[in-house]
C-alpha cells in the first residue's frame, strides 16, 4: 500500500503512555518545587503562592509571593520568578521556558507572561476570583495578544489547595 507523500509511523501505545508518564512526572517534580516556594511564603505570612521557571530541564528562576514583606502589589511569585529568568538568560523573553506555579496566575501574572513569550504556564489550584488563565479570564489564549500561552492545569492541585486552605484558616481564626 502506498502512503503518497505521507509517511506515517505508529508508536506503539506502550510507548505513548510511558511517554505521557515521564511528562508527568517532569511536571510534578518541578511543581513539587514551586510548591516548596509557596511553603516559604507561608512561613513568612504571605499568601502561599511559589512559581519556578524552567528551561532545558534547568531551573533559571524561582519565587514566591513577597507582597507584604516588600509593601509591592505587584510582587507575585509570577513576577519574581519571570524577573530571575529574564536576569539569568539576559533578555526581556523566555521562549522555550516552563513557568509551574501552583496557583493560577492573575490578569496581571498572566499579561507579563503574554509579554514575556513563555511557551507553557503549568498550575497546580484554580483561582475562580482572580484567574487570567482559563477561570475568570483566559488572557493567556487571548488571540488579540500577540502571543498565547500552553495552559496545563491541574499538576498536584490538592497540594497547593491545601498550602492556601492553611493560610486562610489561620487568618479567620
Known sequence: MKSGKYKFSLIPFGDIANTHQMILQDHQRYMAMA???AS???????VPVGAIIVHDDMVIGKGHNQVETLKDA?????MIALTAAMEHRN??????CTIYVTLEPCPMCAGALVWSKIDRIV?????????????????SANKQLNHQIEIIQGVLEEDAKWLLKQFFAEKRN
Open 35 to 37: 510548591i516548596t516556594q
Open 40 to 46: 516559604i511564603a507561608l512561613e513568612k505570612n504571605e
Open 74 to 78: 505587584t510582587a507575585h511569585a509570577e
Open 91 to 96: 533578555q526581556k523573553y523566555l521562549q522555550g
Open 123 to 139: 498550575f497546580g489550584a484554580m483561582d475562580a476570583k482572580a484567574g487570567g488563565c482559563g477561570s475568570l479570564f483566559n488572557i
